[in-house]
């Protein structure tokens, strides 16, 4: 059946062409005409001035003051910088409070960004070669029962990065790598803030953090070359479905991750993890479920 494009920008009957995916996953409202798809511009903010070529994912901006231009990805890093230019000391300060860090500038340093078209973070991810080629979106959504949660999204056809690359040091030693981004921030601040022999602990260490615990991939294996690893993931209790028991997804992801380093071309000098409670299991029952990163650090 022939694609026929609803005469109206924005409705939720319009059909996603997939050169309008990673734009419309961003915010941006389309009406689609043959191969062109016209918005407004999330740059320059005119109106009906935006244009995807929806065969080839390229954009341009057409208003005389803007004249962005590019593809998909490029449009990721470029959307992550306008957005970084825009996000105000305040919507820090207001994530500090709302995850537990003990100041903003952590968030600013991991390259969180307000959206300034979803009013939800931004989160860059980095590729192996370490080129933004990664948004992910986080904050508050619906379910099918009109009940809120928080939920972080991947944009489509990126697949999963690591978060904080942009911060990596080949020289230092020690990598510690989170799970989620909020905990990866989390450390990074506490690693900037306490000292040794009046010394910041991040002087000797990289902090990255991965989406989830299953995400890790194998190319990323040459960030971890030759270091000290730490695994700082989640206290997550064996789960039972009818009679078998599970291992929790946190110790899933040390196995996973460890595994992969382990037989890495070069691979890591000590892989270490966090045992909760001093457990050898990982997890310990006599801490709650999913205990993480930011519940240790509050105390």
Not at 20 to 35: P, T
Request: net charge neutral; charged share 25%; hydrophobic share 30%.
């Amino acid at each position: 059946m022939p694609f026929k494009p609803s005469s109206k920008p924005g409705t939720n009957n319009s059909p996603v062409l997939e050169g309008l995916r990673v734009y419309k996953f961003h915010g941006i409202e389309f009406s689609v005409n043959g191969k062109e798809a016209i918005g407004d511009c999330p740059f320059c903010g005119k109106e009906q001035k935006f244009s995807v070529n929806t065969e080839t994912s390229q954009y341009q901006c057409w208003a005389g003051s803007c004249k962005v231009s590019g593809n998909s990805t490029s449009f990721l890093k470029s959307f992550w910088e306008h957005c970084r230019e825009e996000t105000t000391n305040a919507e820090y300060d207001r994530l500090a409070e709302e995850s537990g860090f003990l100041q903003p500038h952590a968030a600013r340093a991991f390259g969180v960004v307000m959206s300034t078209l979803k009013n939800q973070w931004l989160i860059p991810g980095w590729n192996k070669d370490a080129r933004l080629t990664g948004l992910y979106r986080y904050g508050r959504l619906k379910d099918n029962k009109d009940r809120w949660f928080s939920k972080l999204l991947v944009c489509p056809g990126t697949g999963h990065h690591l978060f904080n690359l942009q911060n990596y040091d080949t020289t230092k030693p020690i990598v510690d790598l989170c799970e989620g981004w909020r905990d990866g921030i989390a450390w990074y601040e506490s690693l900037t803030l306490g000292t040794r022999a009046g010394k910041p602990f991040i002087n000797d260490r990289s902090v990255l953090a991965v989406p989830g615990t299953n995400s890790f991939k194998p190319e990323w294996s040459k960030f971890f070359a030759g270091k000290t690893v730490n695994i700082l993931f989640d206290n997550d209790h064996p789960v039972t479905n009818k009679d078998k028991t599970l291992e929790g997804a946190g110790l899933q992801g040390v196995k996973k991750v460890a595994s992969i380093l382990s037989s890495a071309p070069t691979p890591p000098e000590t892989i270490n993890f966090v045992a909760w409670n001093g457990s050898a299991d990982q997890y310990s029952l006599d801490l709650p479920d999913s205990t993480d990163v930011r519940d240790y650090l509050k105390g």
